[in-house]
């Protein structure tokens, strides 16, 4: 067809299925005329594992999650089909947006017009339901609707670790729900300062490379209990004063240090990769955070002088190009999500600072906030409580502990007491 197919026969209620009328009419085990939900249409099914080609051929009577993360999928429809033969598609990734399907319907009908044309779904999160109703209508999709986004979860709980107290040290501080800060935690792995973390698999985090007294890039896994595991052996060029942030909802990603833009992609299962090629400003001392659920951003940073420049990353961990900067230029400062889908830039050095740089969930970096509490460098922050954040320790001309709460509105609050180990150039994420 030449154009995306949009229109759809609504059949809700309850009731089985039994052949669907050349008419259009729905014939069901009660009898005909009676109607019934997607749900009950869709529940007998047979779900098939995900689908990743760019090519498939579907089979009547199976449901087929999408996964267009790396390309687009032409999918061709059984070459005969009988009255009531159904098939269902959903957006695995919710990436149809980016890469969508096409429905070769291999000589028959759909929804009425002959396979000469192009039937293409374009739409993030959109499932596609469709029966077979005789020749004249051919497959006629019964639900075509998108799916939102489940209500945002965020993870409950923080933990600061690493950093210099004018000796590298490996202690960490977990962040209880309620944003409250632990003591000391003792060592494990590597003692270093100005190592990166972010989470991945959606509840867990992980620590990596740093400086030792020598650039490293060993790494740490935290469990979803806040847990440091021992020493990982290093992947990728060992660097120092990076940063790192989650993305696509479950997977992490280190990047930029001294003289470089490289980053290394995190998995699911906590795996580093290999490097990736430099994309953005070389620099270092820079902060990252995700935004919009599922990308993330890189800004700041320094490299003989000082920037505000910032680099997108998409949901697949992919870093764009720079994006000229907005705010003051610094480093070493800290970023963290709050909200569900926004970011905070907060705190650094060009001097001290305290100002913060709210980003919005498409990820647009806004003016200088006032600053609120010390002003400080080498500070580190993370999400706690879901949707809120937490900025800690740093350096005012002697190390410090003091941490300040972000709301979820972004609002930072004044100077909290410092517990455990006065320290800087510490990294932190969230857990859950």
């Known amino acids: 067809m030449s154009g995306i197919i949009g229109s759809r026969l609504n059949v809700r209620g309850s009731g089985l299925v039994s052949k669907l009328g050349t008419d259009g009419q729905v014939l069901t085990s009660a009898g005909a005329g009676k109607q019934l939900a997607f749900g009950d249409v869709a529940g007998g099914v047979s779900w098939q594992a995900v689908e990743t080609g760019s090519t498939m051929t579907a089979v009547a009577g199976n449901g087929y999650p999408i996964d267009t993360t790396s390309n687009a999928c032409t999918i061709t429809l059984p070459a005969s089909a009988s009255n009531g033969d159904q098939i269902v598609f959903t957006d695995y990734a919710r990436n149809w947006g980016?890469?969508?399907?096409?429905?070769?319907?291999?000589?028959?009908?759909?929804?009425?017009?002959?396979?000469?044309?192009?039937v293409e779904y374009t739409t993030d999160g959109q499932?596609?339901?469709?029966?077979?109703?005789?020749?004249?209508?051919?497959?006629?999709?019964?639900?075509?609707?998108?799916?939102?986004?489940?209500?945002?979860?965020?993870?409950?709980?923080?933990?600061?670790?690493?950093?210099?107290?004018?000796?590298?040290?490996?202690?960490?501080?977990?962040?209880?729900s309620s944003g409250v800060v632990a003591t000391d935690v003792a060592a494990v792995g590597?003692?270093?300062?100005?190592?990166?973390?972010?989470?991945?698999?959606?509840?867990?985090?992980i620590f990596g490379f740093g400086n030792t007294g020598s650039a490293t890039a060993v790494t740490n896994l935290v469990s979803n209990a806040g847990v440091v595991a021992s020493d990982v052996t290093g992947v990728g060029t060992a660097r120092n004063t990076l940063a790192a942030c989650s993305y696509g909802g479950d997977k992490g990603i280190f990047g930029f240090g001294p003289s470089v833009s490289m980053t290394n992609l995190?998995?699911?299962?906590?795996?580093?990769?290999?490097?990736?090629?430099?994309?953005?400003?070389?620099?270092?001392?820079?902060?990252?955070?995700?935004?919009?659920?599922?990308?993330?951003?890189?800004g700041y940073g320094k490299s003989g002088s000082y920037y505000s420049t910032t680099n997108l990353v998409s949901n697949t961990g992919v870093?764009?190009?720079?994006?000229?900067?907005?705010?003051?230029?610094?480093?070493?400062?800290?970023?963290?999500?709050?909200?569900g889908d926004k970011g905070i830039f907060g705190y650094?050095?060009?001097?001290?600072?305290?100002?913060?740089?709210?980003?919005?969930?498409?990820?647009?970096?806004?003016?200088?906030?006032?600053?609120?509490?010390?002003?400080r460098l080498g500070v580190a922050a993370c999400e706690y409580g879901t949707d809120k954040g937490i900025f800690g320790f740093g350096y005012t001309g002697s190390?410090?502990?003091?941490t300040n709460l972000v709301s979820n509105a972004g609002v930072v609050a004044t100077d909290v007491t410092a517990v455990g180990t006065a320290r800087r150039f510490v990294a932190a994420c969230s857990f859950n």
Request: net charge negative; hydrophobic share 30%; proline share 2%.
């Open 98 to 118: 980016t890469n969508g399907i096409t429905i070769d319907s291999n000589g028959l009908n759909y929804q009425g017009d002959a396979d000469t044309y192009i």
């Open 127 to 176: 499932s596609v339901n469709i029966v077979y109703s005789g020749s004249t209508k051919g497959w006629i999709p019964i639900e075509d609707d998108t799916v939102t986004n489940a209500p945002y979860k965020g993870n409950t709980e923080g933990i600061f670790g690493f950093g210099t107290t004018g000796s590298v040290t490996g202690v960490t501080n977990l962040v209880s």
């Open 190 to 205: 590597t003692a270093r300062s100005t190592p990166g973390a972010c989470e991945y698999d959606g509840d867990k985090g």
């Open 266 to 298: 995190v998995s699911n299962a906590g795996v580093v990769a290999t490097d990736v090629t430099g994309v953005g400003t070389a620099r270092n001392e820079l902060a990252a955070c995700e935004y919009g659920g599922d990308k993330g951003i890189f």
């Open 319 to 339: 870093v764009a190009t720079d994006t000229t900067g907005v705010g003051t230029a610094r480093s070493e400062l800290g970023a963290c999500e709050y909200g």
């Open 348 to 375: 650094g050095n060009a001097s001290y600072h305290a100002e913060t740089n709210l980003v919005s969930n498409t990820g647009v970096v806004s003016t200088d906030v006032s600053g609120v509490g010390t002003a």
């Open 399 to 402: 190390v410090v502990g003091m």
